[in-house]
């Protein structure tokens, strides 16, 4: 009787350890969600709508969830991480929805699924301090990242003060080196985003002529994926909204751990992160429920969207208005917010 329970003992134990082993590598089902378990390569780039995805790492939460996450360190150059993207060298990035709606225009197949950001004075135009407002531009020496969301920016305050985009010389310049090109003497102006905004300024003696706080809404940013990627990897793609979620809340609810946790990470200090933060507003499920609503106005997407196929169809990068409710999925937000409610009742 003795042996043959030490047998049963033995045996139960075995499958104890069987069945942990398995749950640490079997694909995730949390909230019914189940994840694939492949690498999905993640860009990481010191950008407030972008802190999530260190905390979250940091913290253990993409593991939690079932997502076996690579972050890939962007830094050195954002808008090649976008082409890098597009060429399927990483899963998924954060894109100015002027970008994204770009790289979609000339052929890519994108979805944006997350709202994680809006710009709320992280971009600015920077000048010399002899240029004292937009109308002094007209004739003068901009550095700006040709094609891109700052291009579009500067075009639209151009417009707004009464100059057409012919009436400045725009001369490309990397945003990471704005700075640093301005600082040489050769450029009047450029078109950057924090923190090199602030380098320009302080180090360089800029005058800040506008940022886009001026101009609610203008500059709206996302998580993206190819559409194929979310055809494939549905579950994946769920799971890593409901990570973006529980770290959201997570940063509005412990500002001060989160934020140290991006300041040891950048090497720079907790109240740099969140000032960085005031200037690019972290969103969260409730602002997305917003922003991914059909509107013709800045608070939608789809009326972002269309403000900025306008500027495209100038620029000769497409004849006709994209259809936003293509590429601007709102699927994966309704349904955290479904789950959600589940959970509730």
Same mark, same amino acid.
Request: aromatic share 12%.
């Given at each position: 009787?003795?042996?043959?329970?030490?047998?049963?003992?033995? &045996?139960?134990?075995?499958?104890?350890?069987? #069945?942990?082993?398995?749950?640490?590598?079997?694909?995730?089902?949390?909230?019914?969600?189940?994840?694939?378990? @492949? +690498?999905?390569? $993640?860009?990481?780039?010191?950008?407030?709508?972008?802190?999530?995805?260190?905390?979250?790492?940091?913290?253990?939460?993409?593991?939690?969830?079932?997502?076996?996450?690579?972050?890939?360190?962007?830094?050195?150059?954002?808008?090649?991480?976008? /082409?890098?993207?597009?060429?399927?060298?990483?899963?998924?990035?954060?894109?100015?929805?002027?970008?994204?709606?770009?790289?979609?225009?000339?052929?890519?197949?994108?979805?944006?699924?997350?709202?994680?950001?809006?710009?709320?004075?992280?971009?600015?135009?920077? &000048?010399? +301090?002899?240029?004292?407002?937009?109308?002094?531009?007209?004739?003068?020496?901009?550095?700006?990242?040709?094609?891109?969301?700052?291009?579009?920016?500067?075009?639209?305050?151009?417009?707004?003060? #009464?100059?057409?985009?012919?009436? $400045?010389?725009?001369?490309?310049?990397?945003?990471?080196?704005?700075?640093?090109?301005?600082?040489?003497?050769?450029?009047?102006?450029?078109?950057?985003?924090?923190?090199?905004?602030?380098?320009?300024?302080?180090?360089?003696? #800029?005058?800040?002529?506008?940022?886009?706080?001026?101009? +609610?809404?203008?500059?709206?940013?996302?998580?993206?994926?190819?559409?194929?990627?979310?055809?494939?990897?549905?579950?994946?793609?769920?799971?890593?909204?409901?990570?973006?979620?529980?770290?959201?809340?997570?940063?509005?609810?412990?500002?001060?751990?989160?934020?140290?946790?991006?300041?040891?990470?950048?090497?720079?200090?907790?109240?740099?992160?969140?000032?960085?933060?005031?200037?690019? /507003?972290?969103?969260?499920?409730?602002?997305?429920?917003?922003?991914?609503?059909?509107?013709?106005?800045?608070?939608?997407?789809? #009326?972002?969207?269309?403000?900025?196929?306008?500027? @495209?169809?100038?620029?000769? $990068?497409?004849?006709?208005?994209?259809?936003?409710?293509?590429?601007?999925?709102?699927?994966?937000?309704?349904?955290?917010?479904?789950?959600?409610?589940?959970?509730?009742?």
């Amino acid at each position: 009787m003795i042996k043959k329970f030490v047998i049963s003992t033995t &045996a139960l134990l075995l499958l104890t350890i069987i #069945g942990f082993m398995y749950w640490q590598s079997a694909p995730n089902t949390e909230q019914g969600v189940q994840t694939s378990g @492949l +690498p999905i390569k $993640v860009a990481r780039y010191y950008w407030p709508g972008m802190y999530w995805i260190e905390i979250a790492a940091k913290k253990g939460w993409f593991k939690e969830a079932g997502l076996n996450v690579d972050l890939i360190d962007c830094n050195s150059d954002y808008y090649a991480s976008l /082409q890098d993207m597009v060429d399927g060298k990483i899963d998924t990035n954060n894109f100015y929805l002027f970008d994204f709606m770009r790289f979609n225009a000339a052929g890519a197949d994108l979805l944006l699924i997350i709202n994680s950001d809006n710009s709320t004075g992280s971009e600015a135009i920077i &000048a010399k +301090p002899v240029i004292t407002t937009i109308a002094d531009l007209k004739g003068k020496k901009i550095g700006v990242d040709k094609g891109s969301n700052l291009e579009y920016i500067l075009d639209t305050v151009l417009k707004r003060h #009464g100059l057409m985009p012919a009436d $400045v010389i725009k001369v490309q310049v990397s945003s990471e080196q704005a700075a640093e090109e301005f600082g040489k003497g050769q450029l009047d102006a450029v078109v950057t985003w924090e923190p090199v905004v602030s380098a320009a300024v302080e180090q360089w003696h #800029g005058r800040k002529l506008f940022n886009t706080s001026a101009i +609610p809404g203008i500059s709206p940013v996302g998580w993206v994926f190819k559409r194929s990627f979310t055809e494939q990897r549905p579950g994946d793609v769920q799971a890593f909204v409901n990570v973006w979620h529980r770290t959201t809340l997570f940063i509005k609810n412990k500002p001060k751990e989160a934020f140290a946790i991006i300041a040891d990470i950048y090497n720079v200090t907790a109240e740099e992160v969140e000032t960085f933060a005031r200037l690019d /507003q972290i969103l969260d499920l409730r602002d997305n429920l917003t922003s991914f609503s059909y509107g013709a106005g800045f608070e939608s997407l789809h #009326g972002t969207a269309r403000h900025m196929t306008n500027f @495209l169809i100038d620029k000769g $990068v497409t004849k006709k208005q994209l259809d936003s409710t293509k590429f601007i999925d709102a699927a994966f937000i309704r349904s955290l917010k479904h789950s959600l409610r589940q959970e509730a009742l």
